[in-house]
């Protein structure tokens, strides 16, 4: 089962969260402060991180930070702050998403889900020996692909 951490200070968000995404078969942690969030962040097995800007401690721009240095993965942040220059920031320092509260779990659940889509297909295409046009994925798959046209080509074995 995918683990997903929740760092957000307002519980009945954090479960509220946490009840939805359990719902879609997701394993969840919550920390409700900046330094436990980081510190669960970085040492766990965690596939998305959802993450609010304003906590105590360490805000969510430290820590987006500090987790883009020794992990690639998803981080999606939500805040009260819907200023272009805090959605910015957010982004520029390594968020792959931004929402802003209020939000609808249908959404949150549909971005989680397509940051991991995204996430997979990068893993999968990084993960292939190749020689000339044809690559031997080392998940099973083989493509081949043509350079001057963009074509490509995938076969599930």
């Known amino acids: ?3 997903i951490l929740i760092v957000e200070d307002e519980i009945s968000i954090a479960e509220l969260e946490k009840d ?3 719902l ?3 394993e969840v942690d919550i920390a409700s402060d900046g330094e436990t969030g ?3 962040a970085l040492k766990g097995d965690y596939v998305l991180c959802i993450l609010d800007v304003m906590l105590p401690g360490k805000d969510g721009f430290e820590i987006c930070k500090a987790i883009r240095k020794e992990k690639n993965i ?3 942040m939500v805040s009260a702050k819907r200023d272009d220059i805090d959605k910015i920031r957010g982004l520029g320092l390594g968020a792959d998403d931004y929402i ?3 939000f609808d779990m249908e959404e949150v659940l ?3 889900e397509s940051n ?3 996430v997979q297909f990068e893993n999968r295409s990084a993960a292939c020996l190749q020689y000339g046009d044809l690559c031997l994925a080392l998940d099973g798959n083989v493509g081949a692909s043509v350079q001057d046209n963009n074509l490509k080509i995938i076969l599930e074995l």
């Open 20 to 22: 939805y995404l359990e």
């Open 74 to 76: 998803p981080i999606i």
């Open 24 to 26: 879609s078969d997701y």
């Open 38 to 40: 980081e510190s669960m």
């Open 110 to 112: 549909a971005r989680i």
């Open 116 to 118: 991991l889509r995204r």
């Open 100 to 102: 802003t509260k209020p």
């Open 1 to 3: 089962m995918s683990r």
